[in-house]
């Protein structure tokens, strides 16, 4: 029997394989970590993209703010931020003077404890850490009009200092294309009235509003939109690899840079097929993407790129975090009773709430298969409730489904959404 390790919780979780099955197995191309990250992260931001040094950028009386991507993201922020920290320090900025700046968005705050963990105790008992409130009209400056003609409003403290930095983690984005780059803007440390518009159900329909993805996306554009408007001083960005060692260093301008990250991802995330399957199992990438079922549609929709109608999709995601309990996700799941009636409350004019795009983007994969969900933090009933299947084996539910078609074509995605698959026959954008 073969055995196959998906990407799940911290551990990874190793399934096996009946005898004579053919399953096709669909991964990134392998990049080794790079062996001295310190110094790669120094050299990016010494030698950046279309940019002068960072040294060159600052004054030593400046005020700094640096966005950081939030407890959703395997960003390895105590990894990165050092270096970044004393880089600035060194080109004589004070310790006083800098402010992290939690990218939520709309997601939940972090505790103390978890912000040690992400950062590590030297940054968050040396440094100011601000938790943006996406709510918080007193500290939300408006910058732009998006395309609603709204205006947006992004975090005070970020438009007021003096030098700007974005940092964050490039992979591919289930409906902005690639993450990175001007998502640590919007949504990352925007109002919440703009990330509704940004990622409502227009936008979300857009058939450009999906992996790999940006120009002609809607929603990725609008990003870049919001994100140059407010001037951003640096971007340091990174890639990662499935042991989550960076691969590669992208610093300097955010268009440019940005760039360069994106192309390096699109070299070992795309990969082709030649068909679609009845069958597609994934997981959700592993900790911490995989923290909740919220952030497990992402793996439903890479599986779904390439499953057959009428087929199904089974995923692995550890669901720590639950449904969760926090956000409109799980309170949206239960204004119908079928995903046809989900997606006829979302479409219709006038309807708005906070996580409608997850909500939508589920419903729209479960027209085309059945998800079956396995989860250590999910109970069967929680999955049920969320209009999904529960899988308590996944041997048994693969079992299951080859019994009732013996011919069954089965494709696994291992690392989940870090794969982009692809019909071989389709151009990539």
């Known amino acids: ?11 990874g979780l190793w399934v096996t394989l009946p005898d004579g099955l053919d399953a096709t197995i669909i991964e990134p191309r392998y990049i080794p970590g790079i062996v001295d990250e310190a110094q790669a992260i120094r050299n990016a931001i010494r030698h950046p993209i279309n940019s002068l040094p960072l040294h060159e950028l600052v004054r030593p009386k400046d005020r700094a703010a640096i966005v950081f991507s939030d407890i959703t993201r395997p960003m390895p922020n105590d990894r990165v931020l050092p270096i970044l920290l004393d880089e600035l320090e060194k080109a004589g900025v004070l310790s006083t003077n800098i402010t992290l700046i939690n990218g939520l968005a709309t997601h939940r705050r972090q505790t103390s404890d978890e912000l040690d963990q992400m950062l590590g105790k030297a940054i968050t008992e040396k440094y100011r850490i601000l938790q ?47 993450s990175g780059g001007p998502k640590a803007v919007l949504p990352g440390i925007a109002d919440a009235e703009a990330v509704l518009d940004n990622h409502n159900a227009q936008n979300i329909s857009s058939p450009n509003a999906t992996w790999g993805i940006t120009t002609g996306n809607p929603i990725w554009e609008e990003m870049y ?38 192309s390096f991802v699109r070299q070992h995330a795309m990969q082709p097929v030649p068909h679609a399957f ?12 995989d923290l909740n079922l919220y952030q497990a549609v992402k793996g439903m929709s890479c599986a779904a790129q390439i499953v057959k109608p009428g087929g199904d999709i089974i995923i692995a995601a550890d669901c720590w975090d639950g449904l969760p309990s926090h956000g409109k996700y799980a309170e949206l799941l239960t204004m119908a009773n079928s995903p046809e009636g989900l997606l006829d409350r979302i479409l219709t004019p006038g309807f708005r709430s906070f996580d409608q795009w ?22 069967p009933e929680q999955i049920t409730n969320a209009r999904l299947l529960p899988c308590i084996s ?9 019994e009732q078609k013996p011919s069954l074509s089965v494709a696994i995605l291992p690392e989940g959404p870090q794969t982009i698959p692809y019909f071989q026959s389709m151009e990539q954008s």
């Open 1 to 11: 029997m073969r055995r196959i390790k998906m990407a799940f919780g911290k551990e």
């Open 132 to 178: 943006h409130d996406a709510w918080d009209q007193s500290n939300l400056v408006p910058v732009t009009s998006n395309n609603c003609g709204r205006m947006v409003k992004v975090n005070r403290l970020y438009l007021e200092a003096d030098i700007r930095i974005l940092t964050g983690f490039i992979e591919p984005h289930f409906f902005a294309g690639f």
């Open 225 to 262: 939109k919001v994100a140059a408007s407010t001037q951003p001083t640096f971007l340091l960005n990174v890639t990662l690899n499935r042991e989550k060692q960076i691969t590669g260093v992208f610093a300097g301008n955010l268009n440019e840079a940005h760039k360069e990250g994106i």
């Open 278 to 289: 009845d069958l597609v199992i994934t997981s959700n990438s592993g900790y911490p993407l």
């Open 358 to 379: 997850q909500v939508q983007i589920q419903a729209q994969i479960q027209l085309k298969a059945n998800v079956h969900v396995y989860s250590k933090g999910l109970t």
């Open 394 to 402: 996944i041997e048994d539910t693969l079992a299951r489904l080859i």
